[in-house]
């Protein structure tokens, strides 16, 4: 059971640049986010979806967009990066999209924006 | 709109000694509540949840938290800190809305653990 996984661990763009950042959850978690997380300011959600097919907007969404074809997978992508997302990524799911269970979290990425 | 606040972005204290870590918040709705702690360079890991079945909540590695409603508080606490709980700690809330849940997370609290 991996529970939740991203990839890259760590990614240098350029400013202007495009990326996707993975994540797949193998507990059939209704429920995925994603989080920034930067110094003195915890973790702040971008986007988030509460099942295949639906997602929304959290309180940081400007320069990102997100998809959930199917149950297990959540992407982010980055659609023009900026040196204001330099930060650490966190993809979390959860079992139900009506209960809240608590997340389980990914390992990060960290992504610095040159 | 729901808010969480941990009160002191640092903590120290000695290996043995009392840790508290304390953790207010605002919500409209009665919240669920949620503690997590992230190790260096890790993902944020589950601790204890507070969901209104009992106003003391019991975690892993003897950490537990205590719903006060009139205080509007959840702070974390365990009787004898050990060197290996040094990490970052954050407080969350929860509440339902039309899509889902939405959790806010606080600043955070860095723990340090002298010998």
């Known amino acids: 059971n991996a529970g939740v996984t991203q990839t890259p661990k760590f990614q240098v763009l350029k400013t202007g640049q495009s990326m996707t950042l993975q994540c797949a959850q193998d507990?059939?978690?209704?429920?995925m986010s994603w989080y920034r997380q930067d110094p003195g300011m915890g973790l702040r959600l971008i986007h988030y979806?509460?099942?295949?097919?639906?997602?929304d907007q959290g309180e940081v969404p400007n320069g990102y967009n997100v998809s959930r074809s199917t149950t297990e997978d959540f992407p982010l992508r980055l659609l023009s990066a900026a040196p204001s997302q330099t930060s650490v990524y966190f993809c979390?799911?959860?079992?139900?999209?009506?209960?809240?269970?608590?997340?389980?979290f990914g390992s990060g990425t960290r992504l610095t924006v040159v | 709109a729901q808010s969480v606040t941990q009160l002191g972005s640092h903590v120290s204290v000695s290996e043995g000694a009392l840790v508290l870590l304390r953790c207010n918040y605002s919500s409209s709705v009665p919240p669920y509540l949620f503690w997590y702690v992230q190790y260096p360079n890790q993902g944020l890991q589950l601790l204890l949840k507070y969901t209104s079945a009992a106003t003391l909540v019991k975690g892993i590695n003897d950490f537990e938290a205590e719903f006060k409603k009139s205080e509007t508080s959840f702070h974390l606490t365990k009787p004898s800190a050990h060197m290996s709980d040094a990490a970052e700690y954050f407080c969350?809330?929860?509440?339902?809305?039309?899509?889902?849940?939405?959790?806010?997370f606080g600043a955070g609290t860095r723990l340090f653990v002298k010998a």
């Open positions: 979390a799911s959860s079992y139900r999209r009506t209960q809240n269970y608590g997340y389980t």
């Open positions: 979806s509460v099942g295949a097919g639906i997602t």
């Open positions: 969350a809330v929860s509440v339902s809305n039309t899509g889902g849940f939405k959790t806010i």
């Open positions: 507990m059939n978690h209704e429920y």
